[in-house]
């Protein structure tokens, strides 16, 4: 798996999904789950490898899912220093 730091120069940001699920003993209570990884915004593609995941193996129907993201850098943001200085 890449590094973060070039997750982020490839576009992914910061993601957190809160997941509301319902618990399967007492379906009326909902539970809280907070989900975070890097991820490319909009599509999301892993949060949702995560969702079909959970759909598939965790017994808790979702409720709702927020998410939230953050591009924490970009390529644009990096540039190249033109001059060096050496500081005695």
């Given at each position: 798996m890449p590094s973060s730091l070039l997750r982020q120069l490839?576009?992914?940001?910061?993601t957190t999904a809160r997941i509301l699920y319902r618990l399967p003993d007492h379906p009326a209570l909902l539970q809280t789950y907070v989900w975070q990884d890097y991820d490319l915004a909009p599509e999301f593609p892993e949060l949702n490898r995560f969702l079909d995941f959970w759909k598939?193996?965790?017994?808790?129907p979702l409720h709702s899912v927020k998410?939230?993201?953050h591009g924490v850098i970009s390529a644009a943001e990096m540039r190249i220093a033109s001059s060096e200085y050496a500081l005695n």
């Open positions: 490839q576009g992914y940001g910061l598939r193996e965790i017994e808790g998410v939230a993201h």
